[in-house]
């Protein structure tokens, strides 16, 4: 079976400064991963997508993630991080034939202090 | 373009009773996938419907059904409420496999208090 681990519940950082968020995989097959926002009582917003080709992949709001294969890992970053970026991510990986059923990481608070 | 649409919002049931929560995607969109979100649980894939035909499940009980219209709009039911239940339901979206790119579009989700 397909999963991602966000091993971070939270994610504490000063604004103007770089932003990470860590995910790591486990799939069988090639990896399609993806990250998504939630702002609080909201649904989720797509960022990012990593299906093939270059492993840094840039998205939404100015954040890039890097796809790297022999750390199955897929972290999220974001050069210098906004007050506004503070909310729920979560990385998520493609489960099965279909594009509609992902399994999602536990997802990790960003919390962006002025 | 309008975004996914979920209704209702917020409701409050009782536990025994049942509750069908509706999905209308965004207009092209043949594809949609139902989510269950907790604070214990988190993000938990129910079902999902292309041209109305359920193309995959996740593994809950047969209480939770859904359905898919000819207009793509989606329906899913719980019956027989449980305290546990007790989440926010999302459905999300996304356009039939040839062109699909992989995103998949979200409604704000369906609150559920189960009491």
């Known amino acids: 079976a397909q999963s991602v681990a966000q091993p971070e519940d939270q994610v504490n950082v000063a604004e103007g400064n770089p932003l990470t968020v860590k995910c790591t995989y486990s799939?069988?097959?090639?990896?399609?991963l993806f990250w998504y926002v939630q702002y609080p009582n909201r649904g989720l917003q797509f960022l990012l997508k990593?299906?093939?080709?270059?492993?840094l992949v840039k998205g939404s709001y100015g954040f890039e993630a890097e796809f790297n294969k022999s750390q199955t890992s897929f972290h999220l970053k974001k050069p210098s991080a906004l007050v506004s970026d503070s909310a729920l991510y979560f990385c998520?990986?493609?489960?099965?034939?279909?594009?509609?059923?992902?399994?999602f990481g536990a997802g990790t608070q960003v919390v962006v202090t002025p | 373009k309008a975004g996914v649409t979920q209704t209702p919002r917020y409701l409050i049931k009782t536990r025994g009773q049942q509750v069908t929560l509706s999905c209308s995607p965004i207009?092209?969109?043949?594809?949609v996938s139902w989510y269950q979100q907790t604070p214990g649980q988190g993000l938990q894939f129910l079902f999902e419907?292309?041209?109305?035909?359920?193309?995959n499940k996740g593994n809950f009980p047969g209480r939770f059904s859904g359905r898919q219209f000819s207009n793509s709009r989606s329906e899913m039911n719980v019956s027989t409420l449980e305290l546990g239940d007790s989440a926010l339901y999302l459905c999300?979206?996304?356009?039939?496999?040839?062109?699909?790119?992989?995103?998949?579009?979200f409604g704000e989700g369906s609150r559920l208090t189960v009491l």
């Open positions: 999300a979206s996304s356009l039939d496999q040839e062109q699909n790119t992989g995103e998949l579009f």
């Open positions: 799939v069988s097959g090639n990896p399609y």
């Open positions: 990593y299906i093939t080709g270059d492993n």
């Open positions: 998520a990986v493609r489960d099965g034939d279909s594009w509609g059923k992902l399994q």
């Open positions: 207009s092209g969109h043949r594809s």
């Open positions: 419907y292309f041209s109305e035909t359920q193309r």
